[in-house]
């Protein structure tokens, strides 16, 4: 009866392990960003963050990352 519950307990854990490794990948990405880009938030701060334009279907705006920033990310980490 209760056969279809067992996986949930190993299921749930290996969530919980990925999400650990993910977090601390993230918060490694995070703080070299901090670091490479400390001293451009003052200007960064004094952006219009409503600006919205249309460019091939998809919306860009001052939040949205680039590919190509995340790839430096991961080579700065390395």
Do not use: G
Not at 25 to 47: G, M, S
Not at 52 to 67: A, M
């Amino acid at each position: 009866m209760y056969l279809h519950i067992i996986p949930v307990a190993s299921t749930l854990y290996a969530d919980l392990t990925c999400a650990k490794r993910l977090f601390s990948l993230k918060h490694k990405a995070f703080t070299a960003l901090c670091k490479i880009y400390a001293n451009k938030v003052r200007e960064w701060n004094t952006l219009d963050r409503s600006t919205r334009t249309l460019v091939r279907k998809e919306i860009e705006c001052v939040y949205r990352q680039r590919e190509r920033s995340s790839e430096c990310i991961l080579l700065y980490l390395e």
